[in-house]
């Protein structure tokens, strides 16, 4: 690990510059605000579920953590993303106990999943380690839980640059086909494309809203508790509950397949659980050898259809990286790599995500008052 020096007012500083940024695009103007309104003109949801990761059950989670009043993000809209920095803990009720696991370090052996306050780091001297699952980078943010403290903006009409855009929803998530663990970020054509020039440079995709854990589950009431700087030196806490009413977890997704066209796209099949409200097929061009600029890209199918079905994946889908005019390239260049692989939610997923949805507290369970999942396994190739 790399170490370095931070003094205490460089920490206020940037604790300060996260507390007063405003919408992305406009200037930055320190708002008239109190460090109690960050905590009371937000809202905080938490549901909890079932995970069935490739045949093996863990827990799921989502979360959202939204402005809810004008006074609680000065600066942003009603919906977006409440904070630029936090630190989560959730605790999992009597019998939960994490189990030994390099993503869970220390809290191996606890109920408590946790992280370290940012705020450790303004210690002269080296860094101390992460010891924690969440780390100091792990916050809760617009649409789940992601390491990305302080390269969140509050801002983007569209919300998209609500949350980050690094490693997808589950990256503490039990490894998928193989040692890999798998990346879920949204892309076109069912979320807008990200690489169009019209987002941040670096953004790659959407968040698709949930974390699973390699964990089995264990019925009862699960506690998330934020703790959200209101100033240099003072934080708040903001507290959110859900209760795992059933263990039972839906069938396992078995992993999607895809026939190539030989044009950049091609068709996609796959069954559907029983149970499943809706479902994401992704994929993953892991080389965009045709782009010009860094891969992966990613791609996204939904259906909220059952049962065994095709999908076509469309042959040009890929980044232009400019949104005037925008010229696509393929989805899938010759000679790439691709990954592909599905989840299927018994919840409004996709009704709940960004940009299409800006509601402070959006719907985030299902019929059964649960947030189960299940993903399949990846599929991976290399296009002729």
């Given at each position: 690990m790399n170490t370095k020096r931070i003094t205490t007012t460089a920490l206020a500083i940037a604790i300060g510059s996260l507390l007063s940024a405003c919408t992305s695009g406009n200037s930055a103007v320190q708002p008239t605000v109190r460090g109690a309104d960050i905590i009371g003109g937000t809202a905080l949801q938490l549901a909890v579920g079932t995970a069935n990761i490739a045949g093996t059950t863990g827990l799921n989670t989502v979360v959202t953590f939204r402005c809810a009043t004008a006074a609680?993000?000065?600066g942003t809209a009603t919906g977006n993303s409440a904070v630029l920095l936090d630190t989560p803990s959730l605790a999992g009720p009597a019998g939960f106990t994490?189990?030994?696991?390099?993503a869970f370090k220390n809290d191996a052996g606890t109920n408590v999943f946790t992280a370290q306050l940012p705020t450790v780091q303004g210690i002269t001297g080296v860094t101390p380690p992460v010891t924690t699952t969440f780390g100091y980078a792990g916050g809760v943010y617009g649409m789940g839980f992601a390491p990305a403290n302080g390269s969140v903006t509050t801002g983007g009409t569209n919300g998209s640059a609500n949350y980050p855009k690094?490693?997808?929803a589950n990256f503490y998530a039990l490894p998928l086909g193989g040692a890999t663990t798998l990346s879920y970020i949204g892309?076109?054509?069912?979320?807008?494309?990200?690489r169009d020039g019209t987002y941040p440079s670096a953004y790659v995709g959407f968040l698709e809203g949930f974390t699973d854990y390699a964990v089995p589950p264990v019925g009862g009431t699960y506690v998330l508790n934020?703790?959200?700087p209101t100033s240099a030196t003072t934080n708040g806490t903001k507290t959110a509950s859900a209760t795992l009413n059933s263990t039972a977890p839906l069938p396992t997704f078995a992993p999607p397949t895809i026939a190539l066209d030989g044009?950049?796209?091609g068709t996609i099949s796959v069954n559907v659980p029983v149970g499943v409200t809706e479902a994401y097929v992704d994929v993953v061009n892991l080389t965009g050898s045709c782009y010009g600029l860094p891969a992966p890209a990613?791609?996204?199918?939904k259906t909220t259809t059952t049962g065994p079905q095709a999908l076509t994946l469309p042959d040009t889908l890929g980044p232009s990286f400019s949104s005037a005019?925008?010229?696509?390239?393929?989805?899938?260049?010759s000679g790439d790599k691709y990954q592909v692989y599905a989840v299927g939610f018994d919840y409004p997923a996709f009704e709940a995500s960004y940009p299409g949805s800006t509601a402070p507290t959006p719907t985030i369970v299902g019929a059964n008052g649960q947030a189960d999942i299940t993903a399949s396994a990846a599929t991976a190739g290399t296009s002729p």
């Open positions: 609680g993000c000065p994490i189990p030994t696991n390099t690094t490693s997808g892309g076109p054509p069912t979320f807008p494309q990200g934020v703790v959200i044009l950049g796209g990613y791609f996204t199918l005019p925008a010229t696509f390239t393929k989805t899938i260049c």
